[in-house]
């Protein structure tokens, strides 16, 4: 598989196809409740989940949330196109509960987007797993993966264990979470993810690659004994 | 495969570690790796017996996270938010 197949069977985008996408932008301007509920359906969930990135509680997030609704009717008719709908959604709510993040962090010691830059407790996979240097076979796999008939596929890891892995993700830290749900999730690209985030594309990968690491290894009892261990891990 | 480990061609495996490889696994992936070491990654990936499944298990949880469903809107935010909808297409 080519990268360029895996990244794009990877990262489906939750946007339809364009013409899908035009019409709800045409709908929203003529001021069709349909367009609008239709957009609501496919992202307020997951605007409220984004925004407890930087604000402090669910009441917030979900005002957060309102706010760029709000943002998104009054702004429709200045939509230019240039970046896909919901990449222009979540960077107005990026925006605006950055903001707020900002005000309440007056409030109280650190803001948690900022904090985990101080706190480095994404740490990759143990160096146990590796054999240690000095010895034959130094830095390679102290024992075996898995064999390769137990790599379950992305829909039956969805499926069994997508609940766990939603969990472990809002357990992140901000920004690590942030990346994820943008990149992972959501199926932005990382050009869209930098600009809503404002970060560069090297930090994006860092981060990206961090968060991917833990979920693997928060997972990997499901990745050796599959389905039957969903439920222990909680 | 894991007659690599006991042979000479084992050897090859040595230009990049596995502990390397899994450093390396989200710049593959995002196509952000120079050339030369884009090239060593996938001679790792064709030598080393574990490495392929590391990096399938990546790819399926990748994909795991891109299928996820988030929870359904609840009808009472769903007419809250049409009732204002109504309000600020209206202008108010």
């Known amino acids: 598989m080519s990268t360029n197949e895996s990244q794009l069977a990877g990262s489906p985008s939750r946007q339809g196809p364009p013409d899908i996408e035009s019409g709800l932008i045409a709908g929203l301007r003529r001021g069709e409740e349909s367009a609008f509920e239709t957009l609501l359906q496919r992202h307020h969930t997951s605007l409220v989940r984004l925004a407890r990135v930087w604000v402090r509680d669910a009441s917030a997030a979900e005002e957060v949330a309102q706010e760029t609704w709000l943002a998104v009717v009054q702004g429709i008719h200045a939509f230019e196109g240039r970046s896909p709908l919901q990449s222009w959604i979540f960077g107005i709510l990026a925006n605006k509960a950055k903001r707020r993040g900002t005000r309440e962090s007056r409030s109280r010691p650190f803001s948690a987007y900022d904090s985990d830059a101080d706190r480095d407790d994404l740490r990759g996979m143990s160096p146990d797993r590796f054999v240690p240097p000095g010895e034959e076979w130094a830095g390679h796999w102290t024992y075996p993966l898995a064999d390769e008939e137990s790599c379950p596929e992305r829909h039956v890891l969805a499926e069994e264990a997508g609940g766990f892995i939603l969990r472990q993700i809002d357990e992140l830290p901000g920004r690590y979470r942030s990346v994820m749900l943008l990149r992972d999730v959501h199926g932005l690209t990382a050009d869209e993810t930098c600009a809503i985030l404002g970060i560069s594309a090297a930090n994006q990968r860092v981060i990206l690659h961090r968060a991917r690491t833990r979920l693997r290894i928060t997972l990997e009892p499901y990745l050796r004994e599959g389905a039957n261990c969903v439920e222990q891990l909680g | ?92």
């Not at chain 2, 502990?19 to 001679?43: G, N």
Request: one cysteine or more; aromatic letters at 6%.
């Open chain 2, 1 to 92: 495969m894991s007659s690599n480990l006991d042979n000479g061609e084992a050897v090859a495996l040595g230009d990049l570690t596995c502990r390397e490889f899994v450093d390396l696994v989200t710049d593959y992936l995002e196509d952000a790796l120079d050339k030369q070491t884009r090239a060593r990654f996938e001679d790792h990936l064709v030598d080393c017996p574990d490495c392929p499944v590391y990096l399938r298990q990546m790819e399926a949880i990748v994909g795991a996270a891109g299928l996820l469903r988030e929870e359904d809107l609840s009808p009472e935010v769903r007419d809250v938010l049409l009732s204002r909808f109504r309000t600020w297409r209206n202008g108010g």
